[in-house]
């Protein structure tokens, strides 16, 4: 399935998500918490999407952006979390 992960941020908050015909079927929210960290605080897929990666992709999304940004992460959400105790190679952007 190709998708478009687009991305939206107001001054203290901000998500990554997937829309079709104006219906968000995913997201991973995120809330900004000072200069340079960002906590990933919600992740939801829509049932339709699931066993295609879709969280996973979202996650990624994040990465790269906090990675361009230099950001580090707090992971908050379950699922975020779950991702960073699975992928070692994202953990330099975890709050110390």
Not at 17 to 41: H, N, Q, V
Not at 47 to 68: C, D, H, M, T
């Amino acid at each position: 399935m190709d998708v478009l992960i687009q991305q939206e941020e107001s001054v203290s908050k901000g998500r990554f998500f997937i829309e079709k015909e104006d219906k968000t079927l995913a997201e991973m929210t995120y809330s900004i918490a000072g200069p340079r960290k960002i906590i990933i605080d919600h992740t939801e897929v829509d049932p339709s999407l699931k066993g295609k990666k879709i969280g996973f992709n979202l996650f990624l999304a994040v990465v790269n952006y906090a990675r361009e940004n230099n950001l580090k992460v707090i992971p908050l959400c379950p699922f975020a979390k779950a991702q960073f105790d699975k992928n070692q190679q994202f953990n330099d952007l975890l709050v110390p």
